[in-house]
């Protein structure tokens, strides 16, 4: 009779504890992205992007249909000053509506000044950025393409055999690391590997990215696509760079 009441009380302490803690976070991250969109943070007016030479991004594809909000994410990049974009969703949404803009967009930069005015970011760039865009498609066509052509190529060196037949107790081709990237790049499938990936939706996974091309990224979760901010882009990039990464021997 008396402990259960009080195991009561206990449980709806520690549930209002964690719901503060909660609250007091997501205060102090909103409080963190005002100053830092406001310049006002000495540490975050300076963007040290020497290590981040290829930048992946993760959309929801249902997120991805909303044209607009992607653009922006993309003038946010170059505002920072990002070179080479990989831009990934499973349905390839971002393929069939933003790909075929790219290029006309790279011939004209004029509104990227007007970006970086209304983000009143001091990292201000108006350098040409590549945009890679994938869908989750090219991904399995391209490792069954690559596998067909190690494949292929391991067949040829059958005729050094006694016998004519290439079965598998006579074939022992052990293919290096070095191999199947050198046939993902011959069937197109290659690329820059991300050194940071950006997940944005409502679930923590990549969903999907060529797993062959995230062999040493970062992978952070930015939240929903609606509620992508240009304070919360330059907080991960601080914090990317801040990173000491073992990469093993």
């Known amino acids: 009779m008396i402990l259960k009441p009080i195991l009561g009380w206990l449980w709806c302490l520690i549930h209002m504890a964690i719901s503060l803690f909660e609250l007091w976070s997501c205060l102090s991250n909103k409080l963190e992205c005002y100053l830092i969109s406001s310049g006002l943070l000495s540490k975050y007016q300076i963007l040290h992007l020497e290590?981040?030479?290829?930048?992946?991004?993760?959309?929801?594809?249902?997120?991805?249909?909303?044209v607009m909000e992607v653009k922006q994410l993309l003038h946010w990049f170059s505002t920072a000053g990002i070179k080479y974009v990989v831009l990934y969703d499973t349905e390839g949404v971002i393929k069939e509506s933003i790909e075929p803009g790219i290029e006309a967009s790279r011939q004209d930069t004029s509104n990227f000044s007007d970006v970086c005015a209304n983000t009143k970011s001091p990292h201000c760039s108006n350098g040409g950025m590549v945009i890679e865009c994938l869908s989750g498609s090219e991904g399995k066509e391209g490792i069954a393409k690559a596998a067909s052509l190690l494949y292929s190529a391991s067949c040829k060196g059958c005729n050094s055999y006694t016998t004519n037949t290439c079965g598998y107790d006579k074939l022992d081709t052990v293919f290096t690391e070095a191999d199947v990237a050198s046939a993902l790049r011959a069937v197109g499938s290659g690329g820059p590997e991300p050194d940071l990936l950006l997940v944005?939706?409502?679930?923590?996974?990549?969903?999907?990215?060529?797993?062959?091309?995230?062999?040493?990224?970062?992978?952070?979760?930015?939240?929903?696509?609606k509620s992508m901010k240009y304070s919360s882009i330059v907080k991960?990039?601080?914090?990317?760079?801040?990173?000491h990464q073992n990469y093993g021997t």
């Open 51 to 66: 290590r981040l030479k290829c930048l992946g991004v993760v959309l929801d594809s249902r997120e991805a249909k909303n």
């Open 236 to 243: 991960v990039l601080c914090q990317f760079a801040q990173k």
């Open 200 to 225: 944005y939706g409502p679930v923590r996974c990549h969903l999907g990215f060529p797993s062959w091309r995230l062999r040493y990224t970062e992978i952070m979760h930015m939240g929903p696509l």
